[in-house]
């Protein structure tokens, strides 16, 4: 066997060289590396994100994540992959994502990622949580009483809360993706209500449209005052400006923060044309003293943001949120303000 091994030994150097393949090499964390749009692996991304939508419908978030993780790997690579072999060494990619991949390579589909879309189930829970205010948890409950369509629900009698009344009956607009010239225009309408309750108030646009796509699920908003405390009761006024002057159909509008918002459109002013849309707007209000963590927290994306708060905890110590970053361990605290450490017991100054 001496003799057969080596020369497998030289074939496999080869096949190697032949086809020029230089792994890829990323940093661990999501928030280590710089991610454009630009997406040279979206048909293997495509595929992850929907294992992982699937995983989380399904209320298994750590899968969920591991397959996120995995997709923002392949989204952070210069070029398109080619060949398994340039993987070798990435972080974050276990063996199911490989196998994903590999099947990909090799066979153009993952027979996974088609049986998961074309299931009854998944198909359901996609459904019934596109509704505003319906979570994986009642999608499943609904399912398991053999609803599996918006017409069954209709039908089935369920109650639904004041959220999941507006989201049945608006959703599909809010399927609809928004655009960036509506978000633009939505940012107009806001930004006057804003200016008419608290005329110092600062808005910004957040969330995906900060990070440059150009359409979004949602708008979101963060607002602020110069003045701290100042932002004290800006919501609730904020709403009710916007309940009263936006649209004669805002009998709709949730009063809570995620709200429905009915917007006029500019299109043809034709007679039988209808000039709203729904659209999900994110409105929040941070106090000045914390809008740098609430606009990094704002921003996104999801995992870019989930990859933050792992590598404060993981790697420094410490704990982030869109409302502060705290250090774990007090000394660390004395050590950042280059003081040495000094016990409880002796800080009665
Ligand atoms: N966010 C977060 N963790 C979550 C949900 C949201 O850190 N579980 C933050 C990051 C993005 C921001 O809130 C806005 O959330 P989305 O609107 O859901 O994200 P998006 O990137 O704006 O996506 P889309 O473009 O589809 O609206
Ligand atoms: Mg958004």
Redesign the pocket.
Known sequence: GHPVEILDRHKLQFAVNDSEVTPFSVPGYACQRRCTLENHNAVLTDALSLLAENAELSDEDGRGVAFRRAAAVLKALPSAVTNMSQLTGLPCLGGHSLRVIKDILENGTSSEVESTKESERFKALKVLTGIFGVGSKTADRWIREGIHNLQQLRDSGQTLNRAQQAGLEHYDDIKQ??SLAEAEAIRGIVGRAVASVSPEAQIVL????R?G?L??????FLITHPEEGSEVGLMPKLVSWLESRVSCHLQNVLLICDVIFLYETTASPSTTERRWRAV?V?LVVSPISQFAFALL??????L???ELRRWAGHEKGMSLS?HALYDNKQEEIFAHLGLEFIPPNERNA
């Open positions: 993706p928004v957040t969330g995906g449209f990070r796509k359409t979004g699920h949602d708008v979101d999900r994110d927290g704002w921003t996104g994306s999801k870019f943001e989930r869109s």
